[in-house]
C-alpha cells in the first residue's frame, strides 16, 4: 500500500501585498466646478459682510426749487416687510401749486401687500397718484408704503413729483431674496 498523501507545509508568515503604484496626488476640477467652488466658498463671506440681507437705498432728484428723495428697499427676502418713503420737498421761496407723487403700479404687482400711507386719490393701471395740493415754501410732504415681498428677483420702480410747472422722476430697484 501506498503512503497517504502529506499536506501542504502551513505558510507562517503573512504575505504582503504588493507595493502600490507611484501616483501624482492632485485635484483635478472642470472650469465650471472651480465657479461654484468659488461661490460656496464666497457665500458665507457675502452672508457676514451683510450683503445678502435686507438693505435700504435712496435715490434723489431735484429741479429748481423742488426735491424728491426716496428711501426704498434695496435687498429684502421673501415674505419679509419694509418700508418704502417718497418726500416732496419745495426748496424754492414760493408755494407751489398742485403738487402731486406718483408711483409706478407694476411695482406693486410684486409684492404681496402694500399699505399706503395716506392713501392715493387716483389708482390706474400705470400708476397710483397722490395729490400733495399746494407745497408751501421749505415744506415737504411724504408717502409712506409699507411693503411685504412676494416675488424673487429685482423688480424696478419709478416715482414722480410734479408741482407747478417743475416735473421730477426717480427710478429705483430692489432686489427679493430667496
Excluded at 153 to 167: I, N, Y
Aim: proline share 10%.
Amino acid at each position: 500500500m501506498s503512503a497517504p498523501p502529506t499536506a501542504p507545509p502551513l505558510v507562517t508568515e503573512p504575505a504582503e501585498p504588493p507595493a502600490p503604484p507611484g501616483l501624482q496626488r492632485r485635484i483635478r476640477m472642470a472650469r465650471l466646478q472651480l465657479v461654484g467652488l468659488v461661490l460656496l466658498l464666497a457665500l458665507p463671506v457675502c452672508s457676514v459682510l451683510g450683503l445678502l440681507g435686507p438693505g435700504e437705498g435712496q435715490a434723489r432728484a431735484a429741479g429748481a426749487g423742488l426735491e424728491l428723495s426716496v428711501q426704498y428697499p434695496e435687498r429684502l427676502r421673501h415674505k419679509t416687510s419694509l418700508t418704502l418713503e417718497a418726500a416732496l420737498k419745495n426748496t424754492g421761496s414760493q408755494t407751489l401749486p398742485q403738487a402731486r407723487l406718483r408711483i409706478a403700479e407694476p411695482y406693486f404687482a410684486h409684492f404681496s401687500r402694500a399699505e399706503f400711507t395716506p392713501l392715493p386719490q387716483r389708482v390706474t393701471d400705470e400708476y397710483f397718484e397722490l395729490d400733495l395740493r399746494d407745497l408751501a415754501a421749505g415744506e415737504t410732504r411724504k408717502l409712506v408704503v409699507h411693503l411685504e415681498a412676494d416675488e424673487w428677483g429685482r423688480h424696478p420702480g419709478r416715482v414722480t413729483a410734479s408741482a407747478g410747472a417743475e416735473a421730477l422722476a426717480v427710478d429705483f430697484s430692489t432686489t427679493v431674496l430667496p
